[in-house]
């Protein structure tokens, strides 16, 4: 009986070493394929070798053979050796390369013991078994010591206080969307420290009760900071609902509901924030003599009394402008507010989101200028008429398809300038057609008067962009120290990951930036300029990308972004627009640096910087192919309904003669991973004086990121794509969201680590703020979620604080 237990459990063991065979086969068979087509342009010769072994290796372990396990263990150690030399003990780089090797590895030893009954096949499986369990501890104690980073540096010594060109400082309250109009992010106070954060908690929750509706699903991402001004809080919701907040319990005091159809979202219902003006010499119990002000994805400039919510019936006409006056036609989505105006001596200037990609001849990118009582249309900044900013007459139109500013501008109200960030033309990829205007200020950063909306000086960040590299990130205004003393100088961060840092009043660079030679060549050969600008003060941008760089789940998925790697045309950053093959671009239009800027702590000169680390994989697409695809602009017959699609991901780009395919991210088809190993995202301390970093960490981790979708839920950091800004304060606490772990954090200032999260109910892509009140310092994040971002979308304000004595 014992024998015939013995002879079924031999043949049951066959039976599984035959499968196991098969299994290496067909892996080793996809492996020799993909490997000599890589090996073939130029690539790894690994994946074509170890193919061949793992086909050797099944073809023996099928036929009952101990030899295909012995075959597969010099591929194992072949493959350990391989992974070692291209990445060192890195762990996230190591995964694709050793993971699935070592799975299929105690297979085989499962099976040594059904292909020879020997006491040395016996110990051969059971010393592979432990060399496995002693490779694994021995790695991850290597690995936990090679990926701890640098220490980091000390802290800078206490600088001078900073001036405050804003009107209303910052501290109890936080008046305006970067905290003040110099939007350093930054507050004074210090009841929360690192020693008791780890003790906040949920005091309330608010909602704002705007959540899609059916049609507008996969179109939210509510990226709302809160103001808090006095007694209130003042937000508004994706779809531009005015809310006002008791900030100690989160108890609604009242709403206006401006009415946005779900026909003018753009990509994404969002709206940033809002903006507080205090009438001067108004009758402070007279309406509206405090106000809040917001801009509408439908175009409009609403103004409503602070304390009701009533509109301000002596604003334009009852309490609302309409800025697309002038503009020609406006297919509904395709000129929107998503930012908070500005507002500098009395002056609200506003600019636009155009939808991107769409046409040539969408409308025009023009800044204007409006009373912040009256509403009063002041000045009109058109690219297309220099010399003149009139409000366009009633048989005029503004220039059409000229470069927008989308995102948040910064002002100095001693100075009586508003910083304006500057987007590209309409198309993004294609520039023979621009006009020198357009080239001149495009991917710029503009200063203009305030009184007469006429340009004080430009500093261009990048020469005819076809990259999408608009200006995202608000200026951080500053005192910069120089040889003479203090300069007001103001931080421009890019997408490209340089850091700017110019002279306010005349825009020259206050630290070094130098023209470097950039790739040549593309569709348009002759618009591409040889040198592009390069900061060097501070780069958030990482080297190049090598094949090397290639991530994926297996071995399968890396060889296959390898293929995609050597295929593309590559040759570093700027590298020029294609059509016959993809292109890589490197940094992605998200960064580097985008919409939540920086933080800058003034007293210890240190700035905070998150930031974005993956690649794009574009084409350009013929027209006749864009045609038959049906890619259309937006409210076409024939499509231009972008739906929850990426930016960029089949943007028609009529007028010229590509449409063009963005791969955001470079993701793979079927896994949906991205091909770049990470972090995909990382937080950094720089000194603000040297521009040297402090500290640099990967930010953001893998809960909610996992290979078709599904989050591994693992408390991991990875790295992971984030948007929305941090918050510093005197104590030395960050806080920020905007990673897709849905996780708010406090960090360290002093090292980068994290003091304490929580779990958010949605995804905080948002910038938080902290205000005092009653004694008491809260912190404020919108759980709104994003759809781009691939996190759950809510409608949760929340706050925190430390348990109340």
């Known amino acids: ?49 170890a193919g061949l072994g793992l086909c050797a290796a099944g073809w023996f372990l099928f036929r009952g053979r101990l030899l295909g396990a012995l075959i597969y263990t010099l591929v194992f150690v072949a493959t350990l050796l391989w992974a070692l030399w291209e990445v060192g003990l890195q762990l996230w780089p190591l995964v694709p390369r050793v993971f699935g090797p070592i799975v299929l590895f105690l297979l085989v030893l499962a099976v040594v013991p059904a292909l020879s009954a020997s006491r040395t096949a016996r110990q051969f499986a059971l010393g592979g078994l432990v060399g496995v369990v002693a490779l694994i501890i021995a790695g991850g104690i290597g690995i936990a010591l090679s990926n701890d980073g640098p220490d980091p540096r000390p802290l800078p010594a206490p600088q001078l206080a900073m001036t405050e060109p804003s009107l209303m400082p910052v501290g109890a309250d936080w008046p305006a969307y970067g905290g003040t109009y110099s939007a350093r992010r930054f507050s004074p106070l210090t009841q929360i420290t690192p020693q008791n954060v780890g003790r906040l908690e949920r005091v309330w929750v608010a909602h704002t009760r705007d959540l899609p509706s059916e049609r507008a699903k996969n179109k939210y991402g509510a990226e709302t900071t809160p103001l808090k001004v006095g007694d209130t809080l003042y937000l508004c919701s994706a779809k531009n609902i005015l809310i006002a907040l008791d900030p100690a319990t989160g108890r609604e005091r009242w709403r206006f509901d401006p009415k946005v159809s779900d026909d003018w979202i753009p990509y994404t219902a969002a709206c940033r924030g809002v903006v507080y003006y205090a009438a001067p010499g108004a009758d402070p119990a007279g309406a509206c003599a405090t106000r809040i002000i917001e801009g509408t994805l439908d175009g409009r400039l609403i103004a409503v009394d602070a304390r009701t919510g009533v509109p301000c019936a002596g604003f334009g006409r009852n309490g609302q402008v309409d800025i697309k006056l002038g503009m020609g036609p406006v297919e509904p989505g395709m000129v929107s507010i998503t930012s908070p105006p500005v507002i500098v001596r009395g002056v609200i200037v506003t600019g636009h989101q155009v939808l991107d990609g769409q046409k040539n001849d969408a409308p025009s990118g023009v800044v204007q200028g409006f009373d912040a009582v009256t509403g009063q249309q002041r000045w009109a900044w058109d690219l297309g008429r220099p010399g003149t900013t009139a409000p366009a007459a009633p048989n005029e139109m503004y220039t059409r398809g000229t470069p927008n500013m989308w995102t948040i501008a910064s002002g100095d109200e001693s100075l009586g300038h508003v910083y304006l960030p500057m987007g590209n033309s309409a198309v993004d990829y294609w520039s023979s057609d621009r006009s020198p205007q357009e080239n001149f200020y495009a991917t710029s950063l503009v200063a203009l008067d305030v009184a007469t909306g006429q340009p004080v000086w430009r500093f261009q960040t990048v020469h005819m962009d076809v990259w999408d590299y608009d200006l995202g990130s608000q200026g951080t205004l500053v005192d910069f120290p120089g040889p003479a003393g203090p300069v007001p100088a103001i931080i421009l961060p890019s997408k490209q990951g340089d850091i700017y840092v110019l002279d306010r009043r005349t825009g020259q660079p206050l630290t070094p930036v130098e023209e470097r030679p950039v790739p040549q060549g593309g569709v348009e050969p002759q618009q591409r300029t040889k040198t592009q600008p390069f900061s060097r003060y501070h780069t958030l941008a990482k080297p190049d990308l090598t094949e090397r760089d290639m991530w994926g789940m297996s071995l399968i998925d890396q060889m296959a972004c390898r293929i995609q790697f050597r295929l593309a045309e590559y040759r570093g950053m700027y590298t020029p627009p294609t059509t016959e093959k993809r292109w890589i671009q490197y940094p992605g239009y998200n960064g580097g640096s985008d919409w939540g800027g920086i933080a800058v702590d003034p007293a210890r000169g240190v700035i905070v910087a998150n930031y974005n680390d993956m ?94 979708g599904i989050p591994s839920m693992l408390p991991v950091t990875i790295g992971t794509p984030n948007n929305g800004g941090p918050v510093v304060t005197a104590s030395g606490v960050v806080f920020i969201a905007a990673s897709t772990d849905n996780l708010i954090r406090a960090i360290d200032l002093r090292t980068g680590k994290m003091l304490w999260a929580d779990v958010l109910p949605a995804g905080g892509q948002a910038t938080p703020m902290t205000y005092e009140h009653n004694g008491r310092q809260y912190l404020v994040i919108m759980a709104g979620g994003h759809h781009f971002m691939e996190t759950p979308v809510g409608d949760e304000v929340i706050a925190y604080a430390l348990p109340a004595s």
């Open 1 to 49: 009986m014992a024998h015939d237990h013995a002879g079924a459990r031999g043949r049951v063991g066959l039976s599984a070493a035959r499968i196991l065979g098969v299994l290496l086969a067909l892996i080793g068979l996809v492996l020799t394929i993909g490997g000599a087509w890589l090996a073939f342009i130029g690539g790894s010769p690994y994946y074509l070798l």
């Open 615 to 708: 690649p794009n994989y574009n084409r350009l697409v013929p027209r006749e192919e864009a045609n038959r695809k049906g890619w259309a602009p937006r409210g076409q017959a024939r499509g231009g309904d972008l739906g929850g699609g990426a930016e960029g991901s089949g943007d028609p780009q009529a007028g010229t003669p590509f449409a063009v395919h963005v791969n955001a991210g470079w993701r793979m088809p079927f896994t949906k991973l991205l091909c770049k190993e990470p972090p995909y995202g990382g937080i950094r301390a720089i000194d603000l004086r040297t521009g040297a970093t402090i500290w640099d960490r990967p930010f953001g981790q893998a809960r909610r990121n996992g290979p078709f």
